[in-house]
C-alpha cells in the first residue's frame, strides 16, 4: 500500500530576526510605557523648562558675582543651555538598564534574537527628542534673561548642531547604560559622567584653562564638540568652519555608538556568568 504524501517542511536554518525599522519604531513607541516609565508628564516639564532655568540661573550668578563681563555671563548661559542635555539623553537613557532590572525584563530582552543596534537606539528616540526641546527652551532663556544674540538666519545650522549633539549624548548614554548592566545601579554612573561633563567639555570656562591630561579627558566627550558647535554658530563663525566641528560631533556619536554595542555584547556575557543581570 502506497504511503500517504506528506509535505515536508524545511527546518529553520536561522532564528528569526525582524526588520531592523520595525524593531527600532517598535521600540520606540514601547518606551515610555516600559523602559522609560518613570519618565512622567511632570518629569518631562520638569527637565525640557526648570532645569534649563534654574541650572543657567546658577552658574550665571556665580559668574556675575565674581565681577565678569557680561561676555563671560552670556558664555556661561549658552554653556549650561547646552549641557542640559546630559539630564534625558545620558541619565535617562542611562537609567532604562535599571528600569529592566527592577521590572524583571532584563533576561528576556537579552535572550530576544532582534538587532541590538535597533533594539537599543529606539529606546533612545524619544530621549532624543526630549534633549532638543530641552535645549531649545534653555537657548531661548539664554536670549532673554542672558542677553544672548541668537541670529535669525543661523537657526538651520544651530538645529543641526542641536540635533547632532543630542544622537552623539545618547549614543554616550547607551554606552553607559551597557557598562551599567554589569553594576549593580545605573544611578551613579549617570550621576558622575553628568558632573563630569559640567567641568570638562567647557561649558562654564574654555577647555583651555584646564590642565593638559584633563583637556584630553574633555575632547573624548560628545557634549565638548556639540557645545563648540552651537558656540560657533552663535558666534557668527564661517559654514566651513561649523562644518568641520559637525563631522567631530558626528564622529564622536559613531565613537559612541560603536562602543556602546561592544559595552553591551561584553557586558551582557558578563552579566549572565556573574549574575548580575538580575540583581538591582
Given at each position: 500500500?502506497?504511503?500517504?504524501?506528506?509535505?515536508?517542511?524545511?527546518?529553520?536554518t536561522?532564528p528569526?530576526?525582524?526588520?531592523?525599522?520595525?524593531?527600532?519604531?517598535?521600540?520606540?513607541?514601547?518606551?515610555?510605557?516600559?523602559?522609560?516609565?518613570?519618565?512622567?508628564?511632570?518629569?518631562?516639564?520638569?527637565?525640557?523648562?526648570?532645569?534649563?532655568l534654574t541650572?543657567?540661573?546658577?552658574?550665571?550668578?556665580?559668574?556675575?558675582?565674581?565681577?565678569?563681563s557680561?561676555?563671560?555671563?552670556?558664555?556661561?548661559?549658552?554653556?549650561?543651555a547646552?549641557?542640559?542635555?546630559?539630564?534625558?539623553?545620558?541619565?535617562?537613557?542611562?537609567?532604562?538598564?535599571?528600569?529592566?532590572?527592577?521590572?524583571?525584563t532584563?533576561?528576556?530582552?537579552?535572550?530576544?534574537?532582534?538587532?541590538?543596534?535597533a533594539?537599543?537606539?529606539?529606546?533612545?528616540?524619544?530621549?532624543?527628542?526630549?534633549?532638543?526641546?530641552?535645549?531649545?527652551?534653555?537657548?531661548?532663556?539664554?536670549?532673554?534673561?542672558?542677553?544672548?544674540?541668537?541670529?535669525?538666519?543661523?537657526?538651520?545650522?544651530?538645529?543641526?548642531?542641536v540635533?547632532?549633539?543630542?544622537?552623539?549624548?545618547?549614543?554616550?548614554?547607551?554606552?553607559?547604560?551597557?557598562?551599567?548592566?554589569?553594576?549593580?545601579?545605573?544611578i551613579?554612573?549617570g550621576?558622575?559622567?553628568?558632573?563630569?561633563?559640567?567641568?570638562?567639555?567647557?561649558?562654564?570656562?574654555?577647555?583651555g584653562?584646564?590642565?593638559?591630561?584633563?583637556?584630553w579627558?574633555?575632547e573624548?566627550?560628545?557634549?565638548?564638540?556639540?557645545?563648540?558647535?552651537?558656540?560657533a554658530?552663535?558666534?557668527?563663525?564661517?559654514?566651513?568652519?561649523?562644518?568641520?566641528?559637525?563631522?567631530?560631533?558626528?564622529?564622536?556619536?559613531?565613537?559612541?555608538?560603536?562602543?556602546?554595542?561592544?559595552?553591551?555584547?561584553y557586558?551582557?556575557?558578563?552579566?549572565?556568568?556573574?549574575g548580575?543581570?538580575?540583581?538591582?
Amino acid at each position: 500500500m502506497a504511503l500517504p504524501i506528506t509535505s515536508v517542511v524545511a527546518p529553520r536554518t536561522a532564528p528569526y530576526r525582524s526588520a531592523f525599522w520595525r524593531t527600532f519604531w517598535s521600540n520606540a513607541r514601547m518606551a515610555p510605557r516600559t523602559s522609560l516609565g518613570f519618565m512622567r508628564v511632570d518629569f518631562v516639564l520638569g527637565t525640557v523648562f526648570v532645569i534649563p532655568l534654574t541650572q543657567m540661573v546658577f552658574f550665571a550668578l556665580v559668574v556675575q558675582l565674581s565681577g565678569s563681563s557680561a561676555a563671560a555671563i552670556a558664555y556661561t548661559a549658552i554653556g549650561n543651555a547646552v549641557a542640559t542635555v546630559t539630564y534625558s539623553s545620558v541619565f535617562s537613557v542611562c537609567q532604562t538598564t535599571d528600569s529592566e532590572k527592577t521590572q524583571s525584563t532584563m533576561e528576556h530582552l537579552l535572550v530576544s534574537p532582534a538587532n541590538r543596534l535597533a533594539l537599543y537606539f529606539g529606546r533612545g528616540l524619544i530621549p532624543i527628542l526630549i534633549s532638543l526641546s530641552t535645549v531649545a527652551v534653555g537657548l531661548a532663556y539664554a536670549a532673554v534673561f542672558f542677553g544672548v544674540t541668537i541670529p535669525v538666519d543661523a537657526v538651520p545650522e544651530l538645529v543641526v548642531s542641536v540635533t547632532l549633539t543630542a544622537f552623539a549624548m545618547v549614543g554616550f548614554g547607551l554606552l553607559l547604560g551597557g557598562i551599567a548592566l554589569y553594576l549593580r545601579t545605573s544611578i551613579i554612573l549617570g550621576n558622575i559622567f553628568l558632573f563630569v561633563g559640567l567641568l570638562l567639555s567647557g561649558v562654564n570656562f574654555p577647555l583651555g584653562a584646564l590642565p593638559v591630561p584633563l583637556q584630553w579627558v574633555g575632547e573624548a566627550l560628545p557634549l565638548t564638540w556639540g557645545i563648540a558647535a552651537i558656540r560657533a554658530v552663535l558666534s557668527g563663525e564661517p559654514l566651513g568652519a561649523v562644518v568641520i566641528l559637525w563631522g567631530a560631533v558626528a564622529l564622536a556619536a559613531a565613537v559612541s555608538l560603536g562602543l556602546a554595542m561592544a559595552s553591551w555584547a561584553y557586558f551582557e556575557r558578563r552579566a549572565l556568568a556573574t549574575g548580575s543581570i538580575a540583581r538591582f
